[in-house]
């Protein structure tokens, strides 16, 4: 797998009702401002390529739920779906990811 295009850089993801700004300036890890009560979270992170352009990345926010992504960075959208561990309940979000640094 070639490395992950987007490590040392942050970037916005936008879905519209919800946004966070995604920090991947350290390899293997992802940071971003929790919404509820503006903490930083920073949790391992699997990034597979897909294709060219095409990753997934999984990653779980300190025990609370697990998230799979899927970032077209061709067409700068991402689709998420979200597994919340407490009440087995998923959700799914659509949105646009764009480069904040630089």
């Given at each position: ?7 040392g ?6 879905y ?9 300036r350290?390899p ?10 503006g903490s930083?979270?920073?949790v ?35 689709n ?13 979000f659509t ?8």
């Open positions: 797998m070639n490395d992950f295009p987007l490590t850089q942050i970037w916005r993801i936008d519209g009702e919800i946004a966070f700004e995604h920090d991947y350290v293997g890890k992802l940071s971003f401002v929790l919404p509820t009560d930083t979270m920073t391992d992170l699997a990034v597979t390529e897909l294709r060219e352009d095409l990753y997934l990345l999984r990653f779980e926010d300190g025990g609370y739920a697990s998230m799979v992504a899927i970032e077209d960075l061709a067409a700068n959208t991402v998420t779906t979200m597994f919340v561990h407490h009440d087995s309940s998923m959700m799914n949105g646009k990811i764009s480069r904040v640094d630089g």
